[in-house]
């Protein structure tokens, strides 16, 4: 397997991890009819494999994340987006489970999306890229299971879009997963999910440095409108509640407004600064492509109108999440999912976990929520044989 | 009242030999003893998961568990159990028919809004479903209503009238009456006095005055 392609001059430096190009033998064949061939896939494992390659968990990243699970984030120096769950004695031990982070198609951390180079024209894809879809990720993700030599996966988990990957491999390859853990996810993105995509994108599209998707080829970026898709995005993963309690009204800096349009409130400034981080480590084009496939995400209409159906005889494990202040994904959304693994008799826990915190407490340390991860995949690993860590001698 | 009175026609009995095992509730504990090995349960109200837990070590079942509380469900799952946040009143209706051996209500009937509609239920998605309740028949609840006038307050009724969770109290003749009315077969029968013995109910009043608790193995007839 060869490193093929360069990302493009003055783009972010070679990251760390395997970078492994699939589909030249046979393309991937995507939803949208277009097929994908020698495209580069770019992932993380942290632990170890065991002998009987049977301790894997797939950590699937939700819109903005990507392959850096834990450990500083080689472009940005931050943490990674999971950093808090994955590691040696949290939830998911990495002492105990072989952790693998990938990077979705589409992206932009390596794996093949609308920034990297098009080899039929020798320039970035762009708008030229081909729509994807959260079941077209899972497929590319399980050729990275076929290269690791990982039959099933012990477990598939995420939040959000991560979640949805959950479902997605659910339902497409119930033999490959024991156990699965969407977290603040839903099986069909709603109204609401789409029109803030829209929104987002409709900022990034009225940037005139975006060139028709075309800006990495004359040299610009798009930046501005990606901060404000950004901005728009970001409230909608907190809530009234916790906003409130980080910000209030309180001003940046300054003991009275300014009459004036400058950042007065320290809200602005924390929305202006997530925008200004996020451009320097986020594609806008990838953006347009993420979201749309999150939109065109919907299990129920797939299968009939009835979500059941995506189920029937499934011999996965599921724990579905769910947090109460989350108006995002919402509790109710969980719960249509619950619903339709009874009507087909699946082992299903389902819990939802008290927080002010908003959909972002997928990613935060919430405590009873750590314990019910925890306590599923340590119920989970008995049932899979699985040994118990060895206490250190 | 006689044991003709019972759907399927014959004596219910409470033949059961119980061994003592500490560590779970009474109730608990007969209820366990009547379910068969490596079978697979739902727990309708499952609280701690005290059951579920018990059946999984003992009993090798394939148990899933629905609580309304929430704190109860993250208990659950936390250890390792299958449960997920639910009620009885709404949730049971997503089940297939027969996707249980036994479907387990303990100490929960007398809390749901439409019991009649629960119990069907239960039949339905079990081919055996096993219920306890507390017998408002019970003597010292007639004696305490009949001395003091006052709705009774007991060891297995602790909160007063207005603080219950439980609106729907009945007694164990009621809860026979019921069972016939629905069409619903009791295999077996048990009042449970307040020391925890268990007897059958050859003699129906005599359980209805003496059982705290009734405790009934039913199915569809």
Known sequence: MTTLHRLPAGAWPDLPGQRVVFGADAPLRLDCGAELGSFPIAFQTYGTLNKER??????????????????????????????????????????????????????????????????????PWGLDFPMITVADMVRAQALVLDYLGIEQLFCVTGGSMGGMQALQWAASYPARVFASVPIAASAKHSAQNIAFHEVGRQAIMADPEWCGGDYLAQGRNPSRGLSVARMAAHITYLSEAALHRKFGRT?????????GFDADFQVESYLRHQGSIFVDRFDANSYLYITRAMDYFDLVAEHGGVLANAFRDTPVRFCLVSFTSDWLFPTAESRAIVRALNAVAANVSFVEIPSDKGHDAFLLEEPEFFATLGGFLDGCAEHRGLAPLSEPA | ???????????????????????IRIDLQLIADMVEQGSRVLDVGCGDGALLAYLAAFKQVDGRGIEIGQSGVNACVSRGLSVMQGDADTDLQDYPDDAFDFAILSQTLQATRNPDVVLRHLVRIGRRAIVSFPNFGHWRVRWRLLTTGRMPVTESLPQPWHATPNIHLCTITDFVLLSRSLGIAIEAGLAIKAGGQATGLRSLRLANLMGEQGLFVLRRD
């Open chain 1, 54 to 123: 049977s301790n894997a968990i797939l950590a699937c990243h939700a819109l903005t994340g990507d392959q850096f699970v834990t450990g500083p984030h080689p472009l940005t120096g931050r943490s990674g987006w999971w950093q808090s769950l994955v590691g040696p004695g949290l939830p998911i031990d990495t002492r105990r489970y072989f952790v693998i982070g990938i990077n979705v198609l589409g992206g932009c951390m390596g794996t093949i999306g609308p920034r990297e180079i098009n080899p039929a024209s020798g320039k």
């Open chain 2, 1 to 23: 009242m006689s044991a003709a009175l019972l759907a399927d026609g014959s004596a219910p009995t409470g033949a059961i030999d119980v061994p003592r095992n500490d560590g």
């Open chain 1, 251 to 259: 001003l940046q800096d300054r003991d009275r407004v300014t009459y």
